[in-house]
């Protein structure tokens, strides 16, 4: 100790120099400087790695699919959230475990106002984290030729849960000033994102449309690619764990230690703000419904949002042109392949498409895809490819199976199109349809004994014990019968026939 | 008067901490002595706006602690040292008496200067960038005292401030709080009458959670005269000889 006298109290600062922060954000830097959020990062790349990015690189390399898991399903919030708030919570606790309540409690600045530069601090290191984490994680899909775009509405509300939970953790930690709180937090934190997945898979619409890991309604195979993310329902949870943030750091301004009167009544109107948000995000939840584009929210649509993304279509094929979304250009030849077959039985006949296009598939609310129908439409007549319904592209095309062969590929497509050329849409058909396009499919190259498991799979998913028969019964009596004749009088019987056959007129004893 | 307080209480349950202390301290060092239990911390926490009392009145710096706006204007010319610093272990010197000299209001632009002057008056400038779990428990103690009087305090409170403190460090902790009370009132709570003879110029003794003198050091000094009190000094002798009166 000098005991040389210094001025402890210094002129004012010198003239020309840069001015100086406010105090708020210098104690933030100080904070930031030395916050132990970063010491939990490592922990929190490993997961985010495992269980965020690892198991997406098994989906088709498509922006909508590959994020589904992570963003779609929240598991970049699980992987982060419930640390952070852990985390946070340690931090909250800090002057009742370090001994410096009444150190700090002795100085003139609220409490409170000190306690958000340190909340803001933690919160900065785990969404800044969050975001580099996501950032890594989509450098990486373009690196790897990812198509599409990123969703970048549900990062934002990734990065909103992780406030939220940063907030959560922090206030338990300044409420409850104890070693426990911590891992209590960060438990309870995990707790909350299971009831959050298990209440998501369970309800489709309503006030669960909000929970962080619901994944109904977030997006679909098409968004990023076909149409645009629709910004309603981020933006409706972001306003729901912003709320929630904001009325859980009030409740840490509400204990008579955390300032004046002023200040305590400023904290009850922060908590009422967030508890509005928060009410308001559920009523606006309330009124969502699911359009073929995703989840609109009347009061926050944007009509522009629902218009379809435009596009330079990639082409190929010869004779039989084939023409796809530039995301989808690593399936062309394939599909080119796959179509051709069906498309060589039926040329020539009357309304047989001349070319096949991609269209944009409808929005289903289930996780996953949910098949859709080929239609045939126009003149001349065009087939329609809801590419992004299919969840058999070839390639990775799973979390947990097998890629999907060219085989499986080629036989779906195929049936899908012979179906849509005998006019059955989604349905089974007629027994004549049925027999038709089991002649067709086995012109085609799909032999009789493969059709009734590839039937099932791929128009009756839900279909009961005990799964697909064999090639049997009197459909397939028939579809043996036409495919047997030469291809010219089966040419001359489906150009006679077709438009009734289409109609659903035609019943199994006229085939020939 | 910077420190007067009327019939101070202050109950902790069933047990009386501080019982009815009445005092006035101006500009100067003023000196609290008493055993351990005595009360001394107790009633230094009310003294710095950290524990209210259970009755009595207190004004400190002409303000009342009890309405929250005299209360801040009072934390913003305080200073104070507790019995037992709690400090953040990732911070360093520097950052942890910033951090004190933004919560005490100081202006953003004064804050650079004042801090490496409280660092530099507590002898810790070439550790000022030492992250605080690296320092002894002595240098804790001179950090705790840095930002103690970061904001040139015109009330401080010390709370054992020369616990863990070499002698040299002694010496010069006493001299820079002759030289903080000539413009200042500095209240040191400490069970080491040296402290108190060397640097205060009046001197409170508490007992059970009373004042049972106060007086100048040379008073207490007197008190002890030929009283046959134990005590290797005058001033032990005089402390002794008034607790022993208190006593009995």
């Not at chain 1, 967030?274 to 969502?288: D, E, K, S």
């Not at chain 2, 706006?69 to 610093?85: A, D, K, S, T, V």
């Not at chain 2, 804050?111 to 002595?138: C, D, F, I, Q």
Request: proline share 8%.
């Amino acid at each position: 100790m000098t005991t040389a006298t210094a001025p402890a109290r210094p002129a004012s600062a010198r003239r020309g120099h840069l001015p100086r922060p406010p105090s708020f954000l210098r104690l933030v830097r100080i904070e930031l400087r030395r916050s132990p959020m970063p010491l939990i990062l490592p922990l929190i790349a490993a997961l985010f790695w495992f269980d965020s990015y690892r198991p997406s690189t098994s989906q088709a390399p498509l922006y909508p699919l590959v994020t589904f898991w992570n963003m779609g399903q929240g598991h970049t919030i699980i992987d982060v959230g419930p640390f952070a708030a852990g985390m946070a919570a340690w931090i909250g606790a800090r002057d009742g475990r370090r001994g410096t309540a009444d150190l700090v409690t002795a100085t003139p600045r609220p409490r409170w106002v000190a306690q958000l530069a340190t909340w803001g601090a933690t919160a900065l290191w785990a969404v800044l984290a969050y975001l580099v984490f996501a950032g890594v994680m989509f450098a990486w899909y373009a690196h790897r030729g990812v198509q599409g775009e990123p969703p970048w509405w549900w990062v934002a509300v990734g990065a909103t849960a992780v406030l939220a939970f940063t907030a959560a953790g922090f206030t338990a930690g300044v409420l409850f000033p104890n070693r426990f709180v911590a891992p209590l937090a960060a438990f309870g934190g995990f707790l909350l994102m299971m009831m959050s997945s298990q209440t998501g898979f369970r309800d489709r619409s309503g006030w669960a449309l909000l929970l962080p890991t619901n994944s109904n309604g977030n997006f679909q195979v098409d968004s990023g690619i076909l149409y645009p993310y629709l910004p309603d329902l981020p933006i409706a949870r972001m306003m729901f764990l912003a709320g929630i943030a904001v009325a859980v750091l009030g409740l840490a301004g509400l204990p008579a230690a955390a300032g004046g009167r002023r200040v305590r009544m400023a904290a009850a109107a922060v908590i009422v703000v967030g508890l509005t948000a928060t009410g308001t995000a559920v009523g606006l939840a309330r009124t969502a419904r699911l359009s073929s584009h995703g989840m609109v929210i009347p009061a926050l649509h944007d009509a522009a949002s629902g218009k379809l993304i435009a596009y330079t279509p990639v082409c190929a094929g010869s004779g039989f042109r084939v023409c796809l979304n530039p995301a989808y250009r690593r399936y062309l030849t394939d599909t080119v392949g796959a179509l051709a077959p069906v498309a060589h039985e039926v040329a020539g006949l009357p309304g047989a498409p001349v070319r096949a296009v991609q269209a944009p598939a409808i929005y289903d609310d289930n996780d996953g895809q949910g098949g859709q129908p080929m239609t045939i439409s126009g003149d001349p007549p065009v087939l329609s490819v809801p590419y992004g319904a299919f969840s058999f592209l070839p390639g990775p095309a799973g979390f947990s199976t097998a890629p999907v062969s060219r085989t499986v590929y080629d036989q779906n497509t195929r049936l899908l199109f012979a179906q849509a050329f005998v006019g059955a849409g989604d349905t089974l058909g007629t027994p004549a349809q049925q027999a038709v396009r089991a002649a067709l499919l086995q012109a085609a190259g799909v032999p009789f004994a493969q059709q009734p498991g590839l039937v099932s799979g791929a128009l009756q998913p839900s279909a009961p014990s005990p799964g697909p028969g064999r090639a049997t019964g009197p459909v397939y009596a028939a579809a043996a019968r036409f495919a047997a004749l030469p291809p010219a009088t089966r040419h001359a019987w489906l150009v006679t026939n077709l438009a009734a056959l289409r109609a659903g007129q035609v019943t199994l004893d006229r085939l020939p | 008067m910077n420190v007067e307080l009327t019939g101070l209480v202050r109950r902790f349950g069933r047990t009386q901490a501080v019982a009815g202390v009445s005092l006035r301290v101006g500009p100067g060092v003023f000196g609290l002595l008493g055993p351990n239990g005595a009360g001394k911390t107790s009633l230094l926490r009310m003294m710095a706006t950290v524990l209210p009392p259970s009755s009595g009145r207190m004004e400190l710096l002409g303000r009342d602690p009890r309405e929250h706006p005299q209360r801040r204007e009072i934390r913003r010319r305080l200073g104070y040292l507790p019995q037992n610093l709690g400090y953040y272990p990732g911070f360093t010197v520097t950052e942890f008496v910033e951090y004190f000299a933004l919560l005490k209001d100081m202006p953003p632009g004064q804050v650079p200067r004042a801090v490496a002057a409280a660092v530099e008056r507590v002898g810790l400038a070439g550790k000022r960038k030492s992250r605080l779990k690296t320092l002894s428990g002595g240098m804790l103690r001179r950090v705790g005292i840095a930002q103690a009087i970061v904001n040139d305090p015109e009330l401080l409170l010390l709370d054992e401030p020369t616990a863990g403190l070499d002698p040299e460090q002694r010496v010069a902790f006493r001299t820079m709080l002759r030289d903080i009370g000539e413009r200042a009132t500095v209240v040191v709570s400490t069970h080491l009458v040296e402290d108190i003879g060397a640097a205060c110029t009046e001197v409170a003794l508490m007992n059970q959670g009373g004042i049972v003198f106060h007086g100048t050091p040379a008073q207490l000094t007197a008190r002890g005269e030929g009283s046959g009190a134990a005590g290797d000094a005058p001033l032990e002798r005089g402390y002794s000889a008034v607790l022993a009166e208190a006593r009995a």
